[in-house]
Structures are given as C-alpha cells and as structure tokens.
C-alpha cells in the first residue's frame, strides 16, 4: 500500500467513529475508570513496535516523513492511556502482543515484506471478525479488532502531526485570502494552513 492509498483509507476512518476521539474531543480522560491492570504506560518496546507497525504503513518517502518521523507510538500512546476505556485497554494490549505472537515472536525483527503481508493479512482478519464484546468489571462494551484500534491511531497521530503538516504538505502558516478554486496537479501536495 502506498503513502496515498492509506491516505486516501482515512476518509473511510473519518467517515466512521474514531475510538477515543470522542473523549479527546471533549477534552475528557478515562483515567478514573481505567483498568486497574493497565499501568497507565506503554513500555518502550511496544512504543517502539507501534512505530515499526506505522511506518510499516506510511513509509518515509522522497515526498514526506513517515509513521516514525511523526512519532505514531508516543501518540498512541497517550491516547490509550489518558482516553481509552478499561475494555478498548485491554484488546489494544492484547492486540500488541498478538501481533508479536504472529511475527514468530518480533514483529520488529521481520524484514518488510513479511511485514506488510502480516498487516494485510491482520486486515483481513479485522474486516472478517470485526470485534468483540469484553466485560470489566460487570460493564459489558462491544470494542473493535485490535488492528482496527492500531491502524486507527496510526493514522490520526500521523495526520495530526507537526512534521506531517510542514512536509507531506503544502503547509501554509498564516493562510492569506480564501480562494475556493485552485488549480490542481495530480501529484501536487493537499494544502494546509494553520
């Protein structure tokens, strides 16, 4: 998949419910009703690995930074912790190390072919299983394959990023007059204006 393919995917993503955007956007943490098994911390390894798996997915190009340019791993962890319910915590967890478990044991260690196609093939997994219905605590909740958390947040940590915004596009710092058609180039970068 390339860079404007997966790019292009996040109007799918856009289009459906962020999971934890809603929390994010309110400017609310589940900090309080985390699981208390979830310490609250994403160790380096699996930050680690979230960068590997994002930039898996958005490779750095001649054209742009990548997932790890833009520090997916940080992101999501934060995301996780502060706005994630005790339920999406643990299928996130558990979805990390399931996706080691796939890679013989090291996701990280796999060259990237292997890489991709154990991506693909968790996509398929997550269009064919869509999620599942976890209880904590007596509250049941319905949370989403694993993949669809981690290709979720890869995406929105990688489109909300600073180094995304200065060099996958066409960043303008102070936007002047609005113009409502502007000329086009196939290959010309999105404009985005702060």
Not at 10 to 17: A, D, N, Q, W, Y
Not at 66 to 81: L, P, R
Not at 172 to 183: F, H, L, S, T
Request: some cysteine; glycine content about 10%; overall charge negative.
């Amino acid at each position: 998949m390339n860079r404007r393919e997966a790019l292009s995917a996040v109007s799918t993503i856009l289009g459906g419910t962020i999971i934890g955007a809603e929390a994010f956007m309110s400017g609310c943490t589940n900090k309080v009703n985390s699981d208390p098994a979830f310490t609250g911390m994403l160790n380096p390894e699996q930050i680690s690995l979230l960068d590997e798996v994002g930039e898996t997915m958005l490779p750095t190009t001649a054209t742009g930074p990548g997932a790890k340019a833009a520090q997916v791993g940080q992101f999501i962890h934060t995301i996780v912790t502060d706005f994630y319910t005790p339920a999406q915590q643990q299928v996130f967890l558990a979805g990390l190390e399931e996706l080691d478990k796939l890679a013989d044991g090291s996701f990280i260690a796999l060259k990237e072919k292997d890489r991709l196609a154990l991506l693909e093939k968790t996509a398929q997994a997550a269009k064919d299983t869509p999620g599942s219905t976890v209880q904590i605590n007596g509250i049941e909740e319905e949370v989403p394959h694993y993949f669809t958390l981690i290709r979720q947040l890869i995406m929105w940590g990688y489109l909300s990023a600073e180094v995304t915004a200065k060099e996958a596009y066409n960043f303008v710092p102070v936007p002047g007059r609005y113009e409502g058609c502007i000329d086009y180039k196939k290959g010309d970068k999105v404009m985005y204006g702060g």
